[in-house]
Nanobody, 121 residues
Framework: QVQLKESGGGLVQAGGSLRLSCAAS????????MSWYRQTPGSQRELVAH???????NYAESLKGRVTISRDNEERTVDLQMHSLKPEDTAVYYC???????????????WGQGTQVTVSS
């Protein structure tokens, strides 16, 4: 069993900052890429930021310069630091990771349960 658990969401005023964290646990052999997505009601889940196993990062254009993704391979965590938040950043933020479990030859994508981020104007 593999689990991803997010933390750090909440209510913040426009212009504020927030740091989200996600911890992976379970019978994990290797974690490949890790990502953060977000979703608002009625919309598709969209990629916020992605980090490869080697640390290469990619960001959504709308968030470049305002978010930073980082990971700790020993702790099996991935963080998302967000600055200059806007009301339109309000969404449920999900952690995603491509993980190879012990006893498996193939990676699978796993999702966390999501954490709500609300930015007030």
């Amino acid at each position: 069993q593999v689990q991803l658990k997010e933390s750090g969401g909440g209510l913040v005023q426009a212009g504020g900052s927030l740091r989200l964290s996600c911890a992976a646990s379970g019978k994990i052999f290797r974690i490949n890429s890790m990502s953060w997505y977000r979703q608002t009601p009625g919309s598709q889940r969209e990629l916020v930021a992605h980090i490869s196993s080697s640390g290469r990062t990619n960001y959504a254009e709308s968030l470049k310069g305002r978010v930073t993704i980082s990971r700790d391979n020993e702790e099996r965590t991935v963080d998302l630091q967000m600055h200059s938040l806007k009301p339109e950043d309000t969404a449920v933020y999900y952690c995603n990771a491509e993980i190879v479990r012990f006893g498996s030859n193939w990676p699978h994508k796993y999702w966390g349960q999501g954490t709500q981020v609300t930015v007030s104007s």
